[in-house]
């Protein structure tokens, strides 16, 4: 029965690359389970609880468990104590907090309630592969000594061996992101400024393979979700058509997609983003097509390097999360790496940018054809294109487009902040009109120690 759960774990991983395990792991084995108290008899006396034992390091190495000091800190539960952890899941009691679950009871030795875990897990979620391993492993430990974590028969073993590796990187990854939740009261660096409209923003570390869901309050931003995500076979780094790389850069949800509009292996829906965006066009970059998707049916999850170039999250996450978002005015910031800050660290640049949008404005204001074309030179980046402005002082790809604009000045929606290693701002603004309220879109670059405008246009 195991063989076959471990085939079908196998079969439903995409290729991907072998899991380097950190060398601090090997130390915090040593600490927690060698230097346990008894842990020398407990050897001599079974020597299946010694081959259980090599599964626990296999596994604590593959999920990337706490450090050394924090698990120092912090007292060792008992079996009994161990709940579902819904404060670090993708969603209250969904598949990925119950995975930790059977993880945490295998490392606190209580393979039998791991077990009952398991089994209802997998009844839950058949397709889930990641379930299906630890449910043909745990399994297994009750006939035979576990070597390692996924420990197939040879055979199998070595027909899948790189499925395996893209499982083991997947429960790295998944675990990674329970012990290094981002602190309370921080912000990805990306956002300078969010208004109230803005009741949502979405940022993507995919050196975590994870998705933050950011809600706007009154008192801050708070990650209200985090989702375990897939980029692109060939990493980040979006440049061609079909190179199968995921973009990097600041982007908005342009629509919703309905399952009933795709193929299958889109899964349960697609939010679409718009990539090419703007700075992305001026640098030659091309394709398109890249969204935030789910997987077909048949799996629940993709490895952590399997897509084209889209995001990937399971069904029941996108699920909930084109229930969360808005398109048009919410922003997604993909990112090698996110970095969390205080807010206040941000309002210098946000108060050193705002001046210059403020000189923009008055500038408009005062129909100043002249005052106006000093706002849009061309720039380093990408062609020298400098936007021409007719007497009104917008530019022509905005121009009687919409209804007469009332006086009031614009405001600011948002203020995103992208450095790549060339500065650029991405300003929603909203201006009132006789009839609704017009969204204007820019893209500012730095030059040197001035902002200029290289792209607006109306939000569709």
């Known amino acids: 029965m195991a063989r076959g759960v471990h085939t079908v774990a196998l079969r439903e991983k995409s290729e991907g690359d072998t899991m380097q395990p950190p060398n601090w792991a090997y130390g915090w084995f040593s600490q927690a389970l060698l230097g346990s108290p008894g842990f020398w008899g407990v050897v001599r006396r079974s020597a299946y609880r010694v081959g259980f034992c090599l599964f626990l390091a296999a596994l604590i190495l593959a999920m990337g468990a706490a450090d050394a000091q924090s698990k120092q800190r912090a007292p060792k539960p008992k079996p009994s104590s ?57 399994l297994q430990a009750r006939s ?29 990854l998944r675990s990674k992101a329970a012990n290094e939740r981002p602190r309370l009261m921080r912000v990805p660096s990306q956002f300078v400024h969010l208004a109230p409209e803005i009741r949502h923003a979405i940022a993507i570390d995919a050196s975590r393979a994870r998705l933050y869901v950011l809600e706007n309050r009154a008192s801050g931003m708070v990650v209200v979700a985090n989702y375990y995500v897939t980029i692109g076979k060939m990493g980040l780094g979006k440049t061609s058509e079909g190179d199968q790389r995921t973009p990097t850069g600041v982007y908005f949800i342009t629509g919703r997609i309905p399952s009933q509009a795709l193929r299958e292996e889109y899964g349960a829906g697609a939010l679409p983003l718009n990539y090419p965006n703007p700075i992305d066009q001026r640098r030659g970059k091309t394709g398109s097509g890249i969204w935030l998707h789910g997987p077909s049916p ?70 100043d054809p002249e005052a106006l074309r000093a706002f849009y030179e061309a720039v380093s980046i990408g062609p020298k294109i400098a936007p021409a402005v007719d007497a009104d002082g917008i530019a022509p790809a905005t121009t009687r487009q919409t209804d007469k604009l009332l006086p009031r000045a614009p405001r600011a929606l948002s203020l995103l902040r992208w450095v790549d290693p060339e500065e650029t701002m991405i300003v929603t603004l909203e201006e009132p009109s006789a009839k609704d309220s017009i969204f204007r879109r820019q893209y500012w670059a730095r030059q040197g120690r001035q902002w200029f405008i290289i792209h607006e246009s109306i939000v569709d």
């Open 82 to 138: 161990v709940q579902p952890a819904a404060a670090v899941s993708s969603s209250p009691m969904g598949a990925e907090s119950r995975l930790l679950d059977i993880y945490r009871l295998i490392l606190l030795g209580d393979t039998r309630t791991a077990l009952l875990y398991a089994t209802a897990l997998v009844r839950d979620y058949p397709h889930f592969a990641l379930a299906q391993l630890v449910y043909g492993d745990l």
């Open 144 to 172: 035979r000594p576990m070597q390692q974590f996924g420990d197939a028969l040879p055979p199998q073993r070595k027909a899948g061996q790189d499925a395996l590796a893209d499982l083991r990187e997947e429960a790295r």
């Open 298 to 367: 048949k799996q629940f999850a993709r490895a952590p390097e399997a897509s084209d170039g889209c995001i990937v999250l399971s069904n029941p996450d996108l699920e909930q999360l084109m229930r969360t978002v808005e398109p048009r005015l919410t922003p997604v910031v993909i990112a090698p790496r996110l970095h969390w800050v205080h807010p206040r660290s941000l309002q210098s640049n946000r108060q050193d940018f705002e001046a210059r949008l403020r000189a923009w404005s008055q500038a408009r204001s005062h129909s």
